[in-house]
């Protein structure tokens, strides 16, 4: 089991959770030596009562005719379309917070600028308003992303106007965020769609409202809330945990909760209450993309990944793990059992047996925050110190890099200029005198098919190492700066020449943080500056999107949208379509022709690196001249 992470943390507590009697996601996966080859190829059908269907030479189609490519074809949509709901169901929370703003409330605006700025953005006249009356408007404006009858996304103006003749020739502009959801359903329903090209054209189609709708909607949103992230120090691994402090650990990925759970642990009365028990104070640390929304915005600490998040438990540590959505496994209820952890599940949609729920609203936001912290400090008193083994490594790093971010250092030292073409200069000119020879977005999940972070450490050191830089996201963040790819100090031991000097001259670490998975929304920003700024189209640009550990529906519809926004995208593991040559020739060439990008899989990582070295490569002469 321990060769099925690279992490060094990880491994002492897999042999501590054996020692323990506790099962985790690596003793299931042993388990599972043979993986359904129906399902692993995306040729089973059970879309209707006369299934499953599965697709064979001797049956090669399901009862009601389907063939493998339709199959696969409908298969592939529905990811598509649960990662975007997902996505979007998370910004629509965040437009609902926003809603319920007031001066002196729980949610106040942090970014007045910013959303005067959005506002006008989304056609809403700021003109007379007070912030708070523009915040309500502004929110339900993107509310009405959702669900409004008529026209395309709002957002999409944002893309070099190429694109979006690319998408609007194409008949993929999405609509309604929640009508591209479903008409995906809805097409994919016995007895609808059975034209492969059309349910690609509908999963990118439901993706773009995604990148371009909801994770768009999402981040702006969250940055008016809460703030624009800034570079700050951080730490991360489960070393994080601290001895004698309370432990919590939050978990999932909404700021809504999160936020006010950092700001009920800093008030006295909880400070006062933690050192009553017993304790030396209270640690709050994240996991999964909770924890990169914390850590870019106040430097909370990364205790880890998606697949650490049992093993953060079995330190015996942590007084509670407090959950909203996404990517939690149900597993934490039983694991937890075995300590005195509180696993607390806060959202209807997603309770988990064996959890204990304590439903979070943002009406009382701060009043059901302080509940819920009281309940972890209390819980201080029953931690067991023959159980408790904190692993001993953690690592520094930077964090926290919005656009505003990135362009500003790069401008700090070589342009001053503040209007928007001189300012993104400096970065175009450094791509374009080949100092940095083109810029990988690496990100997402862990996942079992391969050793945890293995994947990922392995590309972003290849790319680093050769004069890439590397912007990532979600647990692809978490992986590099546990690691220490997040400090301008190794880039001497990790980056390439170039790429060092950079790191040195205008104080940025080889790898750069830009958020949560929504955020990828902030690497589409960017690439639209880019573009507009030198008058191409996205897909002219020097730059690559890499999945190395990809798990989730919602990284389906991250890789398809950011496909079909022109950015070749790089897979470490294959997804469920080999079923189907056809699909596997559109996803992985056929698209190129269409939206000037496609996929590209490999599961060797060291040569997926290269694969998006030369891809980049072969784009830099049209870029350069
Ligand atoms: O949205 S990277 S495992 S945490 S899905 Fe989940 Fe994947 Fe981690 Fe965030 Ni993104």
């Not at 893309?159 to 097409?187: C, F, Y």
């Not at 609808?192 to 702006?220: E, F, P, Q």
């Not at 924890?291 to 998606?306: P, Q």
């Not at 002219?540 to 550990?549: K, R, S, T």
Request: charged share 20%; with cysteine; hydrophobic share 40%.
């Amino acid at each position: 089991m321990q060769d099925m992470t690279v992490d060094l943390n990880s491994k002492v507590l897999i042999e501590k959770a054996e020692k323990d009697g506790v099962e985790t996601m690596y003793k299931r996966k042993l388990g599972y030596k043979v993986q359904c080859g129906f399902g692993l190829q995306g040729v089973c059908c059970r879309n209707c009562g006369m299934g499953p269907c599965r697709i064979s030479a001797k049956t090669p189609r399901g009862l009601c005719g389907a063939d493998q490519h339709t199959i696969v074809g409908r298969n592939f949509a529905r990811m598509a379309a649960a990662g975007t709901a997902a996505h979007s169901d998370h910004a629509r929370d965040i437009a609902h917070t926003l809603a319920l703003t007031a001066p002196g409330g729980d949610y106040q605006v942090k970014e007045p600028q910013k959303l005067v700025e959005f506002a006008k953005f989304m056609d809403v006249d700021p003109e007379g308003k007070d912030i708070y009356e523009l915040a309500h408007e502004v929110a339900e404006v993107c509310l009405m992303e959702f669900g409004k009858p008529f026209g395309v996304s709002k957002l999409l103006k944002r893309a070099p106007k190429v694109r979006q003749e690319i998408w609007h020739n194409l008949g993929i502009e999405p609509r309604a965020i929640d009508r591209e959801i479903a008409t995906v359903m809805h097409s994919t329903h016995v007895g609808c769609t059975a034209d492969l090209d059309s349910l690609i054209h509908m999963s990118l189609r439901c993706s773009l409202a995604d990148g371009w709708g909801g994770s768009m909607i999402g981040t702006m949103l969250s940055d008016i809330l809460f703030g624009t992230p800034k570079p700050v120090h951080t730490e991360a691994n489960l070393n994080v945990l601290a001895g004698n402090n309370v432990n919590i650990i939050l978990h999932g990925h909404e700021p809504t909760l999160s936020e006010m759970i950092v700001a009920a642990s800093e008030l006295p009365e909880m400070q006062e209450l933690a050192k009553e028990v017993g304790a030396d104070g209270i640690t709050l640390s994240g996991i999964c993309c909770t924890g990169n929304e914390l850590t870019m915005r106040h430097g909370v600490k990364i205790a880890g990944d998606f697949h650490q998040q049992e093993l953060a438990v079995i330190t015996g540590a942590v007084e509670a793990m407090i959950v909203d959505v996404q990517c939690i496994f149900p597993a934490m209820a039983e694991v937890s059992t075995h300590y005195h952890t509180k696993f607390i599940t806060t959202s209807p949609k997603a309770k988990i047996t064996g959890s204990t729920y304590m439903e979070f609203h943002e009406e009382t936001a701060m009043e059901d925050a302080k509940t819920i912290v009281r309940e972890a400090i209390l819980n201080f008193k029953n931690r067991d110190a023959s159980k408790v083994l904190v692993p001993d490594l953690k690592s520094e790093g930077m964090v926290g890099y919005a656009e505003e971010a990135i362009v500003g250092q790069l401008n700090n030292v070589v342009n001053t200029q503040i209007d928007e073409m001189d300012s993104i200069k400096p970065l175009v000119d450094v791509l374009a005198s080949g100092v940095i020879r083109g810029v990988v977005g690496v990100v997402g999940c862990n996942n079992a098919k391969t050793p945890s972070n293995y994947n990922h450490l392995t590309i972003i050191k290849e790319l680093i190492k050769n004069d890439f830089l590397v912007v990532t996201t979600g647990c692809g963040a978490s992986a590099a700066c546990k690691n220490g790819l997040m400090l301008k100090e190794n880039a001497p031991k990790y980056a390439g020449k170039g790429l060092a000097t950079v790191c040195e001259l205008v104080d940025i670490p080889p790898v750069i943080h830009l958020g949560s998975c929504v955020d990828n929304s902030r690497i589409l920003n960017v690439c639209s500056i880019v573009a507009n700024a030198c008058d191409m189209d996205i897909s002219d640009l020097p730059v690559a999107g890499c999945a190395p550990e990809w798990m989730s529906e919602k990284a389906i519809a991250i890789g398809t949208y950011v496909v079909g926004s022109g950015i070749d995208t790089f897979l470490g593991v294959m997804p469920p379509v080999t079923g189907s040559d056809r699909a596997v020739e559109l996803l992985c060439g056929g698209l190129k022709d269409q939206v000037g990008a496609c996929f590209y899989v490999n599961e060797n990582p060291v040569e997926l690196a290269k694969m998006i070295m030369d891809d980049i490569e072969a784009k830099r002469p049209a870029f350069e001249a």
